[in-house]
């Protein structure tokens, strides 16, 4: 992802978002995304307050939500913590 994609504030469209452990807070800011977001590499979102931060539910022209985790990091505890948080 490019560096300090969370200052493009008024950013609209956003398909994809690969998660890394530091990154994940660049979508707190981004209010205006719209259509389908896809978080890749969810397995990396080990901080569930990082992903309580991302604020989905002010992201209300989001129309789905698609989260892919690798499948050699697979963890099912984690999966629904995160899940709850989002």
């Keep these: 992802m490019p560096p300090q994609l969370g200052r493009l504030m008024n950013l609209q469209s956003l398909t994809n978002f690969v998660v890394s452990r ?3 807070r660049e ?11 896809c978080l890749s590499r969810s397995e990396n979102m080990i901080d569930v307050e990082d992903a309580r931060r991302v ?7 989001l129309d ?3 989260l892919k985790w690798s499948d ?3 963890v099912r ?7 709850y948080m989002l």
């Design 64 to 66: 789905s939500l698609v």
């Design 55 to 61: 604020n989905l539910k002010f992201k209300g022209r």
């Design 77 to 83: 505890e984690m999966e629904s913590d995160v899940l």
């Design 22 to 24: 530091e990154r994940i």
């Design 72 to 74: 050699s990091s697979y």
């Design 27 to 37: 979508l707190e800011f981004l209010l205006h995304l719209r259509g389908t977001l």
